[in-house]
């Protein structure tokens, strides 16, 4: 497969511009160039920077909103400075945000706010063009259910051209549905260009990485699990935890399949076979481990992980650097941070 150089490890700024305060107090004080150095410090080669067009584009006045470009633009700036590359994403769109299934309801049927998100898009593209050598655009962030899979493909396909106007050779990073599963990425089309890159997010097993999660249906706030995991375990987990079927993994039954040795190697296969017949680097824009996992699991969890990346030379960014109840540099990790930020 080929490599993405410039992209092989890094970290998310999660919220700080989206899922965060529009607050400049919060804004100035989230992260700063300090976060920035130390990033590198840790052997990074990037980050991906998460944005909800709220910090960006001002729904009442119908303009751009230039708060969210300054903040933008220091990033950049330290970026340079200290040697990092950037992961542009949409995190949140107008009319559509991956956690909020009536909010984004009508997103993909709805002509104004799809053009809206065009707009957004052909702002960005135009000003971040120059940046080609060290960014990436995503076009959205996780894109749920496998039923928009047919509406996501054709807007992301406008989205393509918006962008290509005005910045022919930055790498475009496309997620497929399933909130950009493994799985889905056979359902991508074939790459509109050769600067297109399939995205990925991993979290499997989710019952494990999300564990005790408030925000995930039927999750008890007192459930535990540790990694890895036996078939009765699992099995007995299954039962308690409702939601742990999901795109990615399936019923227990077929989860078992792949959760044996070189679970992430089996995971990921069918995927980069597909990116290699289609010439397509493989980026994973997310995966990582709840604060509430017991920090020896979660490290068993980071080195099989990374161990797929390295075998296949998958790119990716580590969820996230501080708080977001993911936080590498946080309390919570304090013990294994050094040997965690190895596997990176």
Known sequence: MIKLEGYQKGVNLGGWLSQGSLEISHLDSFIKEDDIKRIKE??????????????????KAKCDNPVGYKYI???????QKHKLNVVL???????YVFDDFEYSSGFFDNEELTSLFLD???????????????????????VTDFKFCDSWNKLALKCIKVIRKNAPDVKILY?????????AVKLIPAPYDKNIVYNVHCYEPMAFSHQGAYWVDKMPLDFRMPYPVDEKKYRE???????????????????LKLLKDNFFINLFK???????????????????????????????WIKDINHAFEYYGIGRALWSYK????????YHYKEIFDEMIKYL
């Open 175 to 183: 997620g497929g549905v399933g909130y950009s599963a493994v799985t």
């Open 73 to 79: 633009d220091l990033c950049i700036g330290w970026c």
């Open 270 to 300: 069918e995927c980069v076979e597909y990116s290699e017949k289609n010439g397509v680097s493989l980026y994973c824009g997310e995966y990582g481990v709840i604060d509430r996992a017991d920090p020896a699991s979660t490290l068993n």
């Open 323 to 330: 708080r977001m109840d993911f936080g590498l540099i946080d």
């Open 237 to 255: 987990i299954a039962k308690i935890v409702p939601s742990i079927p999901n795109g990615t993994l399936g019923e227990p039954d077929n989860a």
């Open 89 to 95: 994403d949409l995190h949140k769109a107008p009319g």
């Open 42 to 59: 840790m052997g990074c080669d990037h980050l991906r920077l998460p944005v909800d067009f709220e910090n960006i584009y001002d729904e």
């Open 120 to 142: 957004i898009w052909n702002n960005l593209s135009k000003r971040y063009a120059k940046y080609s050598d060290m960014m990436m655009f995503e076009m959205l962030n996780e």
